[in-house]
């Protein structure tokens, strides 16, 4: 089964000061990487990635715009990344799910995302913020800070994305 990214994935892996940013990488380790779920990921995403990791009202140490330009098409065109992208079919859903679980102008972002992936047959988010997605009955949600698993480097801050380009093995 697949999973989709949250934007607090990418963040919490790619920021050392992020809270759980180790947990998250035993988790991509242990669940992606290992074969054991692909990940799904979308394009707004990657433009909220970029925009809070810049941010230096967030992190001590944000990422230069450049950095995180690299970041995203790295996790844009990672062999273990399905790329999904909104069509009708998650405009509709988007449209739906606004009105029936009544939500205001605060959660329009989380619901498109959350639409986009379920319009793709993506059944499962990945996400350190698990009230975003709680509300879609049609989901489920994972917490990558929360889940123990084995192990990870000692040092997983000065690795890059491990994720493969493409093409490469």
Known sequence: MIQGADT?????????EA??????????????????????L????L??????VTDPRRFKNPLSMEEALKKADLWWNAEEVQQVVPDSGAVTLFSHW?????????????????ATYAAAGVRRIVSTNLRDYRVFEELEVVDPTAEAGPAGPDDAGDREVPARPRGQK
């Open 8 to 16: 607090s994935l990418l963040v919490v892996l790619e920021i050392r």
């Open 19 to 40: 809270p759980g940013h180790q947990q998250a990488w035993d988790f991509l380790k242990r669940a992606v990487l290992g074969g054991v779920r692909p990940l799904a």
């Open 42 to 45: 979308a394009p707004q995403v």
């Open 47 to 52: 433009a909220e990635f970029i925009h809070i």
């Open 98 to 114: 606004m009105y029936r679980y009544r939500l205001g102008r605060k959660r329009i972002l989380d619901t498109m995302l959350a």
